[in-house]
């Protein structure tokens, strides 16, 4: 079966660096990923996507990388902020909706 | 737009009662999804809908969920009877499409606890 896992449970950066959240995933089927962002008290929340026919896809300063040859996918967020101190979540989708989601990063970010 | 509506936002209830919980998704969407979340399980989907029909229910976890969408508009998740391990936040989802932008929007969530 699907598996999603990401390497580290907690993230701390120094605002202004950059942060980079990593997730592997086990099925070589899966077309279709989503980053969320979770803050406390409320629901994951669309950061960017990217489909397996990409390797990299940038949004307004994030960046999500795909290498399929090893199933594995990151985050990057560039210079980061106090703001974007929240969990997230990689998400994959291997045909239809069924999603597995990850078991989520903790990213604190330090002023 | 209002985004995904969940009610109640909060909910806190004696062992063997039952609970519902109440979704309205974003207007269009044809696609809703329950999904628990707790320290220990993370985010786990429990059922989700395509045009009001359940597609996949095999993340229920036992007899005492049930969820019904009777229309476009309206979801319920119903736990009967709760017990203290229910306890969790659960969210509701709605998206545009089966296909391209299979993005999800999530609601704020319903706190349940059970005492």
């Known amino acids: 079966g699907e598996s999603v896992g990401l390497h580290l449970p907690t993230l701390s950066v120094q605002e202004g660096d950059n942060s980079i959240i990593n997730c592997a995933y086990s099925?070589?089927?899966?077309?279709?990923f989503i980053w969320y962002k979770q803050e406390s008290g409320k629901g994951p929340q669309f950061i960017i996507d990217i489909r397996s026919n990409m390797d990299k896809r940038q949004g307004q300063r994030v960046t999500v990388l795909l290498n399929k040859t090893v199933k594995h996918l990151s985050l990057q967020i560039a210079a980061t902020q106090p703001g974007d101190s929240a969990v997230y979540f990689c998400a994959v989708y291997t045909g239809g909706f069924k999603t597995i989601f990850g078991a989520g990063t903790r990213l604190f970010v330090k002023a | 737009d209002a985004g995904v509506i969940q009610s109640p936002r909060h909910e806190v209830t004696e062992m063997g009662q039952e609970v519902t919980l109440r979704c309205k998704p974003i207007s269009g969407h044809n696609s809703l999804f329950w999904y628990r979340q707790t320290m220990m399980r993370g985010l786990e989907l429990l059922i989700y809908?395509?045009?009001?029909?359940?597609i996949d229910d095999s993340g229920m976890p036992e007899d005492r969920f049930s969820a019904k969408m009777p229309n476009a508009s309206f979801s319920t998740l119903k736990i009967q009877p709760s017990e203290p391990r229910d306890s969790a936040v659960y969210f509701c989802a709605s998206s545009l499409s089966w296909g391209a932008g299979r993005e999800q929007f999530f609601g704020p969530g319903t706190r349940l606890t059970v005492l």
């Open positions: 809908f395509n045009n009001n029909v359940p």
């Open positions: 099925n070589s089927a899966s077309d279709y």
